[in-house]
């Protein structure tokens, strides 16, 4: 018969787990307002078992922001790669993936959205975070270029509007009552390219 109690399990941490709870507090009350001692008491951890995994706030930062910011730069990789797709067949999955990974990683893209660049962690996030977006502005332009995308729109405003669409739904989706994330993909897809395809 096992001797583990609750608190015991409550208290048993990975680093996957304990980056789980730092995210969420620091959405919760913003990084710069989150100290190590809100994010003990939020784990049920002492601050030295905290440091058994880390060596402080700035790495969970660091390491929440980057499971963002990889998994975004991973679907680019693979849009890029796709063999005999067409640009705007690219740009629309660069579209309907990136509300996937929204969706799916809403505690990091929610992190990511927020940072304002007041540490190295932050700043490092935020160049990232424009490359993507210059990326993304490729795709939409190369789009353009081979015809497939109205001509009456400027490609790189297209993609800021875009994406600042895609962003947006970190504002208000909630997992337990919103819809499933390739509902919510397959929607913000139709509802940009109904409006950016060529007719």
Same mark, same amino acid.
């Given at each position: 018969m096992s001797t583990e109690t609750a608190?015991?399990?409550?208290?048993?941490?990975?680093?996957?787990?304990? /980056?789980?709870?730092a995210v969420a507090v620091f959405n919760e009350?913003?990084?710069?307002?989150?100290?190590?001692?809100?994010?003990?008491?939020?784990? %049920?951890?002492?601050?030295?078992?905290?440091y058994h995994h880390v060596k402080?706030?700035?790495? /969970? /930062?660091?390491?929440g922001v980057n499971r963002a910011l990889d998994a975004l730069n991973g679907s680019l990789d693979a849009m890029e790669a796709l063999p005999d797709a %067409?640009?705007?067949?690219?740009?629309?999955?660069?579209?309907?993936r990136a509300v996937q990974i929204l969706v799916e990683e809403l505690p990091y893209v929610t992190l990511l959205l927020?940072?304002?660049? &007041?540490?190295?962690?932050?700043?490092?996030?935020?160049?990232?975070?424009?490359?993507?977006?210059r990326r993304l502005a490729g795709f939409v332009e190369r789009a353009a270029a081979a015809g497939a995308l109205r001509s009456d729109v400027e490609p790189h405003l297209?993609?800021?509007?875009?994406?600042?669409?895609? &962003?947006?739904?970190?504002?208000?989706?909630?997992?337990a009552r919103d819809l499933a994330a390739?509902?919510?993909?397959?929607?913000?897809?139709?509802?940009?390219?109904?409006?950016?395809?060529?007719?």
């Open positions: 608190a015991t399990r409550r208290t048993t941490y990975t680093p996957d787990s304990l /980056l789980e709870v009350r913003g990084y710069d307002g989150t100290s190590m001692e809100d994010l003990a008491r939020a784990a %049920g951890i002492t601050k030295s078992s905290i402080g706030k700035e790495e /969970l /930062l660091e390491r %067409g640009e705007l067949d690219r740009v629309e999955q660069a579209v309907f927020r940072v304002r660049g &007041n540490t190295e962690a932050e700043r490092a996030a935020q160049e990232r975070r424009r490359e993507i977006d297209a993609s800021r509007l875009v994406f600042g669409m895609v &962003n947006s739904v970190a504002e208000w989706y909630r997992p390739d509902d919510v993909a397959a929607a913000v897809t139709q509802l940009v390219f109904d409006g950016l395809r060529r007719r």
